[in-house]
């Protein structure tokens, strides 16, 4: 399955220099507000050592990683909702994507003006929440107006959806996001064409100097306490250090470079998890001479559900999987090891998969 990640933020914070840490598109990086009026897409391999740990017991031809779509989406400005900027060619894309990752410029510069002439993440916050509500008031009040002419007509669905669409008006009027609403999934059902920006899942990137890439500094601090009530991530980034970082051609020195300033890991590695995490994805994997693959799912995706993942024939024509544990496979070193001490399990179509497993599809079409 395709996952795409949207990257939102005022104008200045750094989206686009975070999005070219990993990116193997590049893009256009300037000081000057609505520079850019267009979005920019590339894919990031997501990274997961657990494949090269298959492949010293299996040795492949290739390894496949998981790709994930990242949209640089256009500087956000005041009333984009409205037009302004590049404001509805902005939210367009944003639509389009399945989480929003929302940077915040948490560090100064005084050759870097800040669009709103201060540097405070917690206000662009508020700025991007208003701006996605009013285009979701927009969206909602005129699905609204499409059921009000099908009640005149009789139909009893059109004045149930209206109940609903009245609840998301009162929440979305009063400055909330979507998201928050409690409705049922039936009730949901009844928004999901309209792909609500609040709805979406989302985290956030305080993108500090470099002195603070470790721990964070004054403005980081501000966002975790804003946000501490949220279900959400908040992740500290040194855009400008990554960038660097990231056009080291060796692994052993970037290694090194993030040990010098007190990482672990590049955090962009730590960016893809929470989109992981935020969309309630797993793994699982097919092994064998020609490839290593890595593949994603739903977490609660069925054995059947997975099999489609990697072609629908295997869905349709679903007979049974062969499961191994990843843990198993390591310590045991081979499938027929595996089987050997009942650590290779056959189950069906009610079987739901693990973040882990290597599968084995048997079907026929």
């Known amino acids: 399955m395709a996952l795409s990640c949207g990257i939102v933020g005022l104008t200045n914070t750094g989206k686009s220099t975070i999005f070219n840490c990993f990116s193997n598109t590049k893009a256009e990086v300037t000081n000057y507000s609505f520079s850019t009026s267009k979005s920019n897409i590339g894919m990031v391999k997501v990274p997961d050592p657990r494949l090269k740990e298959l492949e010293k017991l299996e040795p492949t031809e290739k390894l496949v990683q998981v790709v994930v779509d990242i949209v640089d989406l256009p500087g956000l400005a005041k009333g984009a909702s409205q037009g302004e900027g590049v404001g509805n060619k902005f939210l367009g894309d944003l639509r389009n994507t399945d989480a929003i990752i929302h940077v915040l410029r948490c560090f100064d510069d005084e050759n870097l003006p800040h669009v709103e002439e201060s540097i405070d993440p917690v206000r662009d916050i508020e700025i991007l929440d208003f701006e996605l509500q009013v285009a979701d008031l927009e969206s909602v009040e005129k699905k609204m107006a499409r059921f009000q002419k099908l009640i005149k007509t009789g139909d009893k669905d059109a004045k149930k959806g209206i109940e ?14 979507a998201r928050t609403l409690e409705v049922s999934e039936e009730e949901q059902k009844v928004v999901g064409d309209l792909f609500l920006l609040t709805s979406k899942p989302i985290f956030y990137v305080c993108n ?105 024939d295997l869905q349709r024509g679903f007979i049974r999987a062969e499961v191994i544990k990843y843990n198993d496979f390591i310590e045991l070193k081979s499938e027929q090891a595996c089987k050997d001490n009942g650590k290779l399990n056959v189950e069906g179509k009610k079987y739901v998969v693990k973040d882990g497993d290597l599968l084995n599809i048997r079907f026929n079409v």
């Open 164 to 177: 609903v669409l009245k609840k998301y008006q009162d929440h979305l009027g009063d400055f909330q996001n």
């Open 208 to 312: 500090v100097d470099d002195a603070s890439a470790a721990t964070g500094n004054e403005y980081s601090n501000k966002v975790t306490e804003h946000l501490k009530e949220d279900d959400t991530d908040v992740l500290v980034i040194a855009a400008q250090m990554e960038s660097e970082i990231a056009e080291l051609e060796e692994k052993e020195e970037q290694m090194e470079f993030l040990q010098d300033v007190g990482l672990t890991e590049p955090g962009v590695d730590r960016l893809i998890r929470s989109a992981y995490s935020i969309l309630n994805l797993d793994t699982f994997f097919t092994v064998g001479p020609k490839e290593i693959r890595a593949w994603t799912i739903k977490r609660g995706a069925t054995a059947p559900e997975a099999a489609g993942v990697i072609h629908s």
